[in-house]
Each structure stands twice: as structure tokens, then as C-alpha cells.
């Protein structure tokens, strides 16, 4: 309970403080002044700050930059302004006054700093002013106070079970010497652990009358909220604000009256606050064989469904009503087990909540779709639906009987018109060929790449093979070279051959044989040199001196021998080894 | 027990008889209006190693009856591949974009993306073969050429002609196996699912698709994370999709 003092004696001694709290600026002709209007006020209130310029001589005022203010704030920078002239004693003065709104914020002793005001440039400063804001709060906790007016928040049970619905009504109470010309609730209280709904008769406050601590007051249910706690432990309901315009009635204005006066001279606004107010909330017991889906109150829950007898591929709606007064609003679907072979979809949820009395009533139903598939008999089996009755503090359970389903073949399965499209495609029911995946990729395998590789190297060597038979044929030298050790084979084999029958002519040979080698090898010409030209290339070439002494020898036997008497075989085969080891010789460095 | 037997050696001699029993089986349930055991037995022929056109154009059909139609349409695009379920294939595609929601968006295809379709629907081992035949065909010109028409400027061409044209080969197998390994198709199997640019759930969404919708899937990115896949949309738009949502083939 939040009480505020005798508002007659109150506004007597604000006007008297308002005087002598009045500042004064002289400069010259101007004369700057701050005043407020109360400097005693209660926690809520708004008081008026004016600040006053008067003089003769000024041409331009600008706006006073108002203070930073502790304990209060400005209602709006923007002020509302007044001006008036006169002349006195043939000197003309002007008088311009700028009035702000203050709202009292916190409790305790609070300055209003000094105001300055730039007039023709030059700045102008207030004096500060002093100002008392006392607590409502304070002021309820004294038995003996009887405020004027205060603002409290009825529960209907301050110990509910988790989701049980508590009326919480706002409430306020004023003397008879007050009138409420209105009333605005402060937007955004928050009931936290609560899931809250605003009620609403469409009715206007009705005012009755009570006697609180022997004295009388009039009250008025402003707002009314079903309150349902989502958890369970100690919670505690936030202060909710009220702003009121309220006014002092004559004294003779009867109690009984329209709770909205009409505007008199002593209107005021105050910010109203409920105090906050605990709750303590039960958890729900548990619960073992049955669905809950959060349903807490007193409810009838029933289950139907569209047809029991349809083709594959129909739809079938599935509806639970869950109807009755509670939090109905916070109820979720019950969960059914269909059978496998049924395509569920999304389920549809419609509601028709009254929010007009003190208690919420209402009927809340979900529809499963589903659509079975395949032909056959069904079961949608039994189960159990549980509630919590707050007023009888247990669960209640409802039945909901098992569904028999009877699905039938659609005759028209494969040539149905949907939504206007046709589809008349049968499936292919007798033989077909079956195909294997390719398991390996004929590229990858060894026997594949050795096919492919074949060609490639065929031709390679074919070209090489081309190549040097172009050589051979175009390059004379490189034939010579290359047929060197082959002619001189012939001509070894031949020397041997005739040894018997000619051995002059055998020595011929291999003397050919010898020379034709290192002629072909080294491009010399073979016929028409002298001897001593091969055995200087071979010296050249790092022909081993033993060697060439051998070759020198073996060459001047051979152009000699025809002239000589006759050689034994014994001497020619020995020579011919010579010749042969010779020629060993050069090849290895020719 | 002589049918069992006979039957026993039959499976051993032609694997594809199991097959056609199952077919058979499947398509008696699927008569029978019971569309999930059709479903089941069509899908053990599959995983038996076994296609066919009418396999993949039944199953589209036994989804189409479940109005599953983003897995119709997969299987239906797959029964198109098939000349003997083709033009069936063709309106079960039709029929299902014209049932479903939402319509994706195709880019048009360009001349060289027909020549890469082209290529690809030949195969790898088709294109191996081709490059093996021609192969060995300019082994026989450059030998002719070689050592009997040296100096025919024809023969030279042809051989030229011949070599080149192995090359073009080779690459269409080689491409055609990178593309078949590395791309895959796939079709949109959930009613909604999010096109992500990365596979965090939290990531940028790229795009909203719908059952139904066409993806080119990209194994070698998809590599990174198992239960998403890295997908190409029909519009270009690239994106990740969870791979739950897909029906991958």
C-alpha cells in the first residue's frame, strides 16, 4: 500500500515554498528567474519548472540548455512559452517564460542546477533550487497514514499449481475528496514465469466503496490479467504502473459518484506503482500411464475421426477436442502411434479461447491428417489423456477409445486426375532385361593398357627402325661406319677360306680387312692411301705402341708377301690370329 | 526339390533370373496397392547390382502413389535413360513438375554442353574401345606409309588425320571417366531444405530449394564432410545440402 499526505495542506505549503524558493539574475535591465512550482513532492509526481527573462532592452533569447538532473528527468526539452509586454511609467518591458515538465524519479534530496539563458549573446544563469521527493512506499508503512491514494495487486490464490490460472486484478483506492478523471496503464509489465492474459469485459471501472484501518475510500478494479505460472518455485510479480490525472473534489461531492470526474482547477497527474508481489507455485505431481500435454484445469477431451472405411491414398482427419476453463491456450497436440504404412502430415490446430470473465473457458482442437497407403485393417490403438484439476489437486483421465480402420484398394490407382492433371502411365509388370553396372572401367585394366600400348611402341620403333634405314641410304659415311665391322668380318672369313687354295690372296684379305675397317670407321678413303695414314690415325686415336709395331708389321707382310717365296699355312695362321687380335684391338677404340 | 534345384542352378548360370523373380514379386505387391513392399523389394534388386528401365519407371510409380514425388522424379529420371521406358519415364517427370510446388529455373544449355552430354552418355568404356580401334588403325597407315607410300601426301593426311583423331578419343575417355566419378545427380527429396555455403547450419543461406528440384553433385568437395554433399543447382547456383535431403543417383 502506497500512501501520499493531506493534498490540501500539501499544496498550500508548495505554494508558499514556491515564493521563497524563487531565484533571482540581475543584469542591468534583464531579469532572469527559476522557479518550481512544488518542492516537496511524492516519489511519481510531476512538478513545473519555469524560467522567467524580463527586461527592456533585449532583442534575442534563446532557449535555456537545461541540466543534467539527478533524482528527476524532463519530461520533453521542448518548453511551452509565454510572453507579455507592458509600459510603466513610459518604459516598455517584456516578460517571456519557459515551462518544462519534470517527472520525479528516486527518493531524497535533489538540486535542480543552474539554468543559463543566452540573451543578446551575453549568458544569463539561474540560481540552482532545492527539491524534497518523499516515498509512497514510506509513507504506506505507517499505520497510522491513511494516503490519499494508492494502487494494489489482488491475486485470486498467491499459492497456484504450475499452470493453473491465478487472477491477479490492479486495483485503486482513493479518498473521497479525490477524483480520477483518467487513468493509463504503463505499456510493457512483464510477469515473468508467467504466461499471462489481459481480461477484458468491455466494461468501465465500476467504484464501490471499502474502509481500510477505519477510514473510507473508494476503489476501482482498473485491469484484470489471468495469470498461469509456467514453472514452479518462488516468483515474485513485478510493480505495475498506472498514471493517473486525478483532482480535489468539493466537499460536499457525492462518494458514490462517477469514478471519471470532469477537469477542475487542482488536476494533477501521478504515476501510481503496485508494490511487488510474491507467488509461490506447486509443481504438478507425476504422472505415469496416461499422455499430459500440459493441459491443467477442468476439461472434457474427446476424439473422433472423419471415416472409418476409406480407399488408399484417402485422407482421414483425426480430431481432439479438448474443451473446458483452464490455461488452454498452453495445451500441445497429444501424440497418437499410427500404423507404419500411414503418411502423416502436418497437423492443424484451431482454438476459440473466451478471454471476457475472471476464469478463461474454452475449446481447443487438433486434427491429425493422415492418408493410409496400402489396403488393410487398422487399428489406431487406445490411449489415455491426462489432466490436472487444480480444485481437486490430482490428475483426471479421459479414455480415448481405440479407432477401427478399414482401407480398400483404389480402383482407379494408376490413372487417378489429381488436381486436373492426368497420369495414366501402367507400370511395366512382365520381362525385362536386366543390366550390371559397370563394376570396373576397361581402361584402368592392365591387359586394356597393354593393348593401347602396343600401337604406341610398335611405332616408335618403327620409327627409329625408319630412321636409320633413311641414314643408311642418305648418309655415306654413316653406312661405311656402320657396315665396317660387317664387311670386315666378310673379308676375314674369305681370307680364311682361300689360305688353303691362295694364301697371298688370303693375306690380301685380311689386309683389306684390316684397312677397309679403319678406312670405313674413320671415313678414309679406302683405296689409294698409304698404309702409314691409318696407323698415324690410329696413333691419333691412343692405339697401343706394341699394337701399332704389330699392325705396322703385320700390314708390310701382307703388301709384301706377293713377292715373297712361299708362306707356310703355320706362319699365315698365326698371322691371321695377329690380324684378328689386332682388329679385337681397334674396335674397341674405332 | 528338383524345381529347387533347377531353379538354384538357373540363379548360378543367369543372375538376372533373381532379379526377374524379384521384379515379379515386387510388382505383385505393387499390384496389390501395398506401394512401401513394392518399394522394398524393387530397392533389394538394386542393391543386387541390377537395373532396368521398368525397375526405375515402377518405382516412380509407386511413389508417385505415395505423392512422395521428389523420389518419383528420381526414379523417373533414371527410367529415362532406358529406350524401352522412355516415353513412360517422360510423363511420370512431367507429371510430378507439374504436381509439385515450386518450379526450379534452368539455365539453357549451350551447343558445348550438349557435346559434354554427348560424350558422357557414350561412356568410358565405349570411348576406350574408339580409342583403341583407331589406334591400332594408325599403326596400320604409318607403316603403309613408312616403308610402301612414302612419298603419297593422301596417306600422310589419313595418318595424321587417324593420330589426331586417337588423341580426341583418349581425352573423351579420360574426361568421361573424371566426369563420371567425380559428378553425380541428385533430386530434392524433402519438401524444403536450404542451400548453405558452408556445412554449418548456422552458415549464409544461398538458396531455398523444394522437393523436386535437380542438383549435379560434386563428390570430390562433398569429401570433406560425410553427411553433406556440395551441390550444383539447375540455375548455377552452387551451395551445400545436407545429404539426408537428397536423393543421390
Redesign the interface.
Known amino acids: 500500500m502506497k500512501k501520499i499526505g493531506n493534498l490540501n495542506r500539501f499544496f498550500f505549503l508548495v505554494s508558499l515554498i514556491s515564493v521563497f524558493s524563487l531565484s533571482k539574475v540581475w543584469a542591468q535591465d534583464v531579469e532572469v528567474n527559476a522557479t518550481v512550482n512544488e518542492t516537496v513532492v511524492f516519489q511519481g509526481e510531476r512538478i513545473v519548472l519555469t524560467i522567467a527573462v524580463s527586461g527592456s532592452k533585449f532583442k534575442k533569447i534563446t532557449n535555456p540548455d537545461l541540466p543534467e538532473l539527478q533524482g528527476m528527468r524532463f519530461l520533453s526539452s521542448t518548453p511551452s512559452t509565454s510572453t507579455s509586454f507592458s509600459f510603466v511609467n513610459g518604459v516598455a518591458k517584456s516578460s517571456y517564460s519557459y515551462s518544462y515538465y519534470i517527472l520525479t524519479e528516486k527518493e531524497g534530496e535533489f538540486t535542480i542546477p543552474p539554468v543559463s539563458v543566452s540573451i543578446d549573446q551575453k549568458l544569463y544563469k539561474t540560481q540552482a533550487l532545492k527539491v524534497s521527493i518523499r516515498s509512497r512506499s514510506a509513507a504506506a508503512k505507517n499505520p497510522n497514514a491513511s494516503p490519499d491514494i494508492f494502487l494494489k495487486m489482488e491475486l485470486s490464490n498467491p499459492k497456484p499449481y504450475v499452470g493453473e490460472q491465478v487472477l491477479a486484478t490492479v486495483v485503486i483506492y482513493f479518498k473521497n475528496s479525490l477524483e480520477i478523471l483518467s487513468y493509463q496503464p504503463t505499456a510493457g509489465w512483464k510477469a515473468e514465469g508467467f504466461w499471462k492474459e489481459e481480461l477484458n469485459d468491455g466494461k468501465q471501472p465500476q467504484v464501490t466503496s471499502d474502509i481500510i484501518n477505519g477510514v473510507s475510500y473508494r476503489k476501482a478494479e482498473l485491469m484484470k490479467y489471468a495469470l498461469f505460472a509456467t514453472k514452479s518455485g518462488k516468483l515474485n510479480l513485478s510493480p505495475f504502473t498506472v498514471v493517473t490525472t486525478v483532482r480535489v473534489a468539493s466537499r460536499n461531492r457525492d462518494p458514490f459518484s462517477s469514478f471519471f470526474g470532469g477537469y477542475g482547477t487542482n488536476q494533477r497527474n501521478v504515476d501510481l506503482e503496485t508494490d511487488a508481489v510474491p507467488v509461490e507455485v506447486i509443481s504438478l505431481p507425476e504422472l505415469n500411464d496416461a499422455i499430459f500435454t500440459g493441459a491443467v484445469g477442468n476439461y472434457k477431451v474427446s476424439r473422433s475421426i472423419t471415416k472409418t472405411s476409406v480407399v488408399?491414398?484417402e485422407s482421414i482427419e483425426l480430431a481432439t477436442k479438448i474443451q473446458g476453463s483452464g490455461n488452454i491456450a498452453l495445451v500441445t497436440k497429444p501424440k497418437y502411434e499410427f500404423p507404419?504404412?500411414f503418411?502423416e502430415y502436418n497437423p492443424q490446430e484451431s482454438s476459440d479461447i473466451n478471454r471476457k470473465s475472471d476464469i478463461i473457458k474454452g475449446v481447443k482442437t487438433f486434427s491429425d491428417i493422415v492418408?493410409p497407403?496400402?489396403?488393410g485393417t487398422y487399428v489406431i490403438p487406445e490411449v489415455k489423456y491426462a489432466f490436472f484439476n487444480p480444485t481437486r489437486k490430482r490428475f483426471e483421465t479421459t479414455v480415448l477409445s481405440a479407432i477401427n480402420l478399414v482401407v480398400k484398394?483404389?480402383p482407379r490407382?494408376?490413372a487417378s486426375t489429381?488436381?486436373q492433371?492426368p497420369?495414366e502411365?501402367?507400370?511395366?509388370?512382365g520381362?525385362?532385361?536386366?543390366?550390371?553396372?559397370?563394376?570396373f572401367?576397361?581402361?584402368k585394366q592392365n591387359w586394356?593398357i597393354m593393348?593401347?600400348a602396343f600401337?604406341?611402341v610398335?611405332?616408335i620403333a618403327?620409327f627409329f627402325y625408319?630412321s636409320y634405314l633413311d641414314k643408311m641410304e642418305g648418309d655415306v659415311q654413316f653406312a661405311r661406319s656402320n657396315k665396317a665391322s660387317r664387311k670386315a668380318d666378310t673379308r676375314f672369313n674369305a681370307a680364311k677360306k682361300i689360305a688353303e687354295s691362295d694364301i697371298k690372296a688370303s693375306y690380301a684379305e685380311m689386309q683389306k680387312a684390316l684397312v677397309g675397317y679403319v678406312a670405313d670407321r674413320l671415313h678414309i678413303p679406302e683405296t689409294g692411301q698409304d698404309e702409314d695414314i691409318y696407323i698415324e690415325e690410329l696413333v691419333k686415336k691412343g692405339m697401343e705402341p706394341e699394337d701399332i709395331k704389330q699392325l705396322n708389321t703385320l700390314l708390310q707382310k701382307c703388301s709384301t708377301i706377293r713377292f715373297a717365296p712361299l708362306t707356310s699355312m703355320q706362319d699365315f695362321q698365326n698371322d691371321f690370329q695377329i690380324a684378328q687380335k689386332l682388329y679385337k684391338s681397334i674396335r674397341g677404340f674405332v | 526339390m528338383i524345381i529347387n534345384v533347377v531353379l538354384f542352378l538357373l540363379f548360378q548360370l543367369f543372375p538376372?533370373t533373381q532379379?526377374?523373380l524379384k521384379?515379379?514379386q515386387a510388382?505383385q505387391l505393387?499390384?496389390?496397392?501395398?506401394?512401401?513392399?513394392a518399394i522394398k523389394g524393387y530397392k533389394e534388386i538394386i542393391d543386387a547390382?541390377?537395373?532396368?528401365?521398368?525397375?526405375y519407371?515402377?518405382i516412380g510409380?509407386a511413389y508417385?502413389?505415395?505423392?512422395s514425388l521428389g523420389m518419383a522424379k528420381a526414379y523417373f529420371l533414371q527410367a529415362v535413360e532406358f529406350d524401352?521406358?522412355k516415353a513412360?519415364a517422360l510423363?511420370?517427370i512431367e507429371?510430378s513438375a507439374?504436381?509439385l510446388p515450386q518450379k526450379a529455373a534452368y539455365l539453357p544449355k549451350l551447343p558445348w554442353d550438349h557435346v559434354l552430354d554427348w560424350t558422357i552418355k557414350l561412356?568410358?568404356?565405349g570411348w576406350?574401345?574408339l580409342?583403341?580401334t583407331f589406334?591400332?588403325l594408325?599403326?596400320i597407315i604409318?607403316?603403309a606409309y613408312?616403308?610402301w607410300f612414302r612419298e603419297n601426301k593422301w596417306v600422310l593426311r589419313t595418318l595424321l588425320s587417324s593420330i589426331v583423331l586417337t588423341g580426341f578419343l583418349a581425352a573423351a575417355?579420360f574426361y568421361t571417366?573424371y566426369v563420371n566419378n567425380r559428378y553425380g545427380n541428385a533430386v530434392l527429396i524433402k519438401e524444403q531444405s536450404n542451400l548453405l555455403k558452408s556445412t554449418d547450419v548456422e552458415s549464409e543461406i544461398t538458396s531455398i530449394t523444394f522437393e523436386g528440384y535437380e542438383f549435379i553433385v560434386d563428390f570430390s568437395n562433398s569429401k570433406s564432410n560425410p553427411d553433406w554433399v556440395y551441390v550444383r543447382m539447375s540455375n548455377g547456383i552452387y551451395g551445400w545440402i545436407p545429404k539426408s535431403d537428397l536423393l543421390i543417383y
Open positions: 488408399a491414398g507404419n504404412t503418411e492418408i497407403r496400402t489396403p484398394k483404389d490407382a494408376f489429381t488436381q492433371i497420369f502411365v501402367q507400370p511395366v509388370l520381362q525385362t532385361f536386366w543390366y550390371s553396372p559397370e563394376k572401367t576397361v581402361f586394356f593393348m593401347l600401337p604406341f610398335v611405332g618403327l625408319r | 538376372s532379379a526377374q521384379f515379379d510388382n505393387l499390384k496389390d496397392q501395398d506401394y512401401t513392399g547390382d541390377w537395373k532396368s528401365g521398368p525397375l519407371l515402377n510409380l508417385t502413389q505415395l505423392d524401352d521406358t513412360e510423363k511420370g507429371y507439374k504436381k561412356g568410358t568404356t576406350s574401345w580409342t583403341m589406334s591400332y594408325s599403326l604409318l607403316i613408312w616403308f575417355a571417366d
